[in-house]
């Protein structure tokens, strides 16, 4: 009974200090950054009673303090919402429009007039037309914050899409940072990408992948033009007909860091 008197506090102080070395650790890996916020933007609407209208939704993490870092991911984060908003815009409509290249406002009048512009020529399509994008940090680092961009669409056809990238972000500079400068060998990582993907799959290593209906560039097994890194390993995202048809969704899986010696440089990483 005494014992446990006596190692209660010690306990408790060893919580506490744990607690106390976090929030430090926290505002060293989020300098600025930790002031970010959630911001929604929402464009036209969409009459589901008479399902026909169309609409944009946004709802993006964005840093809210005024550094240079936070300046330039904001600029990053901002262009790619205009340019998938515009993914959907003629380049003639676009320039009809400059603002369009700048604005999410401006990119969704462009985005609204094609709807118009169509049910004039097709008035008993049915449905709406819309865009959704959602983004947020995924983590963050004293060197590296990474960054989840979902984005949902449906603009008619048999289905709607969707297609999530993921970006790294310099946590200094803002600069955005391609995923293979943090790769030491990609041949091996290749290797190590393809052994998880078959296990995944349940697929025997000589296994043809085409004949088993997947998608390949030049007949070779191919990375994702996804992947990034977790504090568990690096994970590796394929967006739907990325290397699979529609109906096999996106497939991710995460190869743990302990597999990845020697492959991937996380000096540069934490």
């Known amino acids: 009974m005494r014992l446990s008197i006596f190692v209660l506090p010690v306990l408790l102080a060893a ?51 005024s550094g240079k870092a936070e300046v330039n991911i904001s600029r990053e984060l901002n262009a790619k919402v205009v340019e998938r908003v515009n993914s959907y815009a003629d380049s003639a409509s676009i320039a009809a429009n400059p603002g369009a290249k700048r604005s999410a406002g401006d990119a969704y009048e462009v985005f609204s007039k094609n709807y118009y512009d169509f049910k004039k020529d097709f008035p008993d399509a049915p449905g709406c037309w819309e865009v959704d994008l959602k983004g947020d940090t995924t983590m963050v680092t004293p060197k590296i914050l ?34 293979g ?25 000589k296994d043809n992948l085409e004949a088993k209906g997947y998608f ?20 590796f995202y ?12 996106a497939i991710e899986f995460t190869i743990p860091y302990s597999e990845l010696e020697g492959i991937v440089k996380k000096e540069l990483i934490f």
């Open 181 to 205: 400068i943090f790769v030491a060998d990609s041949v091996a990582l290749l290797k190590k990408a393809e052994a998880a993907f078959r296990k995944l799959e349940k697929l025997d290593v």
């Open 15 to 65: 919580v506490l200090a744990c607690n106390s070395s976090s929030k430090k650790e926290e505002e060293k890996v989020m300098p600025g950054l930790k002031n970010g916020k959630i911001n929604k933007q929402t464009f036209g609407n969409c009459d589901t009673t008479r399902n026909s209208g169309v609409s944009l939704h946004i709802k993006m993490w964005m840093p809210a303090d």
């Open 216 to 235: 390949l560039a030049d007949h070779k097994f191919f990375l994702p033009a996804n992947y990034t890194f977790t504090r568990e390993g690096v994970l």
């Open 146 to 179: 990474l960054y989840q961009l979902d984005h949902y669409a449906f603009t008619g056809g048999a289905h709607p899409n969707s297609f999530r990238s993921l970006h790294i972000f310099d946590i200094l500079t803002g600069e955005e940072k391609e995923a």
């Open 238 to 249: 394929y967006n739907p007909y990325e290397i699979a048809p529609y109906v096999r969704g």
